[in-house]
């Protein structure tokens, strides 16, 4: 089973859930990549278009893709009133585009489903001269140090999901990796920045959040009820109340 598939099978809640990105973040690729009207830009993995509006308020022609016809479908009504917006239903893999056209190609928490030596030769391929590829993710993180509630989630985790990676909130190797992959794929003049965000939830909430990740989505169904249950307890005793910090990496480039 394709991972990729599962974030179209609940388009409402990944919509409501995921997280948008930061003002400041969207500045600085503008800025960067000098986008403007006219200029041709592509999105790769657009799912509801939590990182699309701001590009598309620059004027430049946006041509969106992504996999799941459901969210395409959604993003395209979504950005209805947009006469710059195309979304595209089909793989970044598939997809078909003159070479040199395209100034500014990003991606947001969605490159890495790509293999590398597929997605950064063909972005290469497609961007002009000097043209911009930006890449960024966002690592939700509910730690502080000697957190209680954090704890006994990575216990509940630990019990359900033994074989599960613990998430690193800085996590400086897979940083400079991005970076010598990009560096190594010929790309120049690479930017690198990190912003923070802070989300609050409910038990609810968060067992909702949860259900817009595809790791957690593909579990057994009786083991993700039994450890989302367990989990929707544990913040409960902790007044129902989650912090969520999110740590967004960025990575900017010239062709």
Known sequence: ??????????????????????????????AYSQIETGKKV??????????????????????AIELGRDLADYSKLKFLDYDNFTVC???FEKFECPDDR???IYS????????????YPKVSKLLKSNGTLALFWNRPFVSREND?????????????RPSSTQIIEHDIE??????????????????????????????????????????????PSTTRILLENEIKEAILRFGDTLYVYDTIDLYLAKK
């Open 42 to 63: 592509i999105e790769i993995g657009i799912g509801t278009g939590q990182a699309t509006r701001p590009f598309l308020e620059t004027g430049c022609e946006l041509t």
């Open 108 to 119: 947001a928490t969605a490159f890495h489903w790509i293999s590398e030596e597929i997605g």
């Open 1 to 30: 089973m394709d991972k990729r598939s599962t974030f179209n099978e609940d388009v409402k809640n990944y919509e409501k859930w995921r997280p948008t990105y930061c003002d400041e973040l969207f500045k600085d690729i503008i």
């Open 102 to 104: 395209i100034d500014l």
């Open 174 to 219: 897979t940083y400079n990796y991005r970076k010598k992959i990009i560096q190594a794929y010929g790309f120049r003049e690479i930017v690198f920045k990190i912003y923070h965000l802070t989300r609050t939830f409910s038990s609810s909430d968060y067992i909702a959040l949860l259900n817009t990740y595809s790791d957690h989505r593909t579990m």
């Open 148 to 160: 209680e509630l954090h704890l006994n989630i990575q216990s509940i985790y630990q019990k359900y």
């Open 89 to 91: 239903n089909t793989a």
